[in-house]
């Protein structure tokens, strides 16, 4: 569902803005006639699904935002809270967006227990500014406020997150989105513009709190701090353009790859690809430290799955020291280790699919969601992780959640008779 906070961007930024604009930035969900608040400038506002972006203000000529580092309770999914480190209440923090050529002044306050700083990933800022702690400024101090203040000479998707203490704080959640828009204009215009920040964590079963110690042993990953089934869907118009921006800043590379149609990768975090280099894709992997944006016209309704392909990515908390027991007869085993611990549920001999179903049944250990869930008009998703839906809808008038797609009769895989 997309939420009010998702199209708003402070009252300045709505000044002199047309009252179709208002409409849009106060929360009303059009599929035509979408424009920028800045009226010289011709862009689509970016949705960050369950984010939102960050208001405004123009004060002595520049844009100011206000960016605050604080310790934050994210919700994963219906059954899952995580103490997270983010910005302004939100893991990843809310989404910059400006316009190349832009001034703008970014007031960073720390309301951390720690010193902390904002490095402005892949945007060429003065020296001073580019918020690397003990080499180009001091530390923030805690409960203090920095002022980062540059001239934005390029356009691109980018990303901010701390280089203070940064093991810490980029694995307990302190990263965020800082789109630039091209002065002149995109050379394909899109009427949707995603984007999506990958991390991966580790929390023990029944525990709250990531450990940032972990370095390959994840058991989480996250579009947006958000798992399967709580990620929002991608809606779009049939017909329409689409524009998704991915960013990474976990420990390993997301392949990301989605379903029933094709794109074309055209950025990285070094900003926008000729379109003479654009490669056609449906699977772009995301390495770690980078952007990568792709665009796709969206010429084939239906619900199409969108997901990293890396097996145990599209997961919930999954245990990688259980041990092999496919083709295994467990007769009565299960049920033994049962009384002693409770709410165990055993890998099955022929696979993992009765899972899901058993998910519903026996509760699992608190604030752990099941490793496969989700139900579909057909029957159990068996997905999690890094796991949306692209819903591609004719005739829709809103970018609401339609539903399950209808099929046409007879287009549906079904049982024959052999």
Known sequence: MITRRRFFFGTAALAGASALTQRIASGTKL?????????????RPVVTPNGSTLPWVMKNGAKEFHLVAEPVRREFAPGMTVNCWGYNGQSPGPTIEAVEGDH?????????????SVHWHGIITPNGMDGVGGVTQKHIPSGETYAYDFTLRQHGAQMYHPHSDEMIQMAMGMQGFFIIHPRNGYPEPVDRHFLIFLQEWAIDPG???????????FNIFTFNSRVWPGTDPLVVKLGERVRVSFANLSMDSHPIHFHGHRWWVVGTDGGSIPKSAWIPETTMNVPAGTTRTVEFVADNPGDWPFHCHKNHHAMNAMSHVIPNVIGTNQKGVAQQIGTLVPGYMAMGEAGMHEMSAMAEMMPGPRNTLPMMTGTGQFGPIQMGGMFTILKVREGITSYEDPGWYQNPAGTVASPVST
Request: no cysteine.
């Open 104 to 116: 703008v002044r970014i007031l960073v306050t720390n309301r951390l227990a720690e010193p902390t």
């Open 31 to 43: 599929l035509a006639g979408q424009t920028s608040p800045d009226a010289k400038v011709n862009y």
């Open 207 to 217: 525990t709250f709190t990531p450990n940032p110690n972990v370095m390959t042993d």
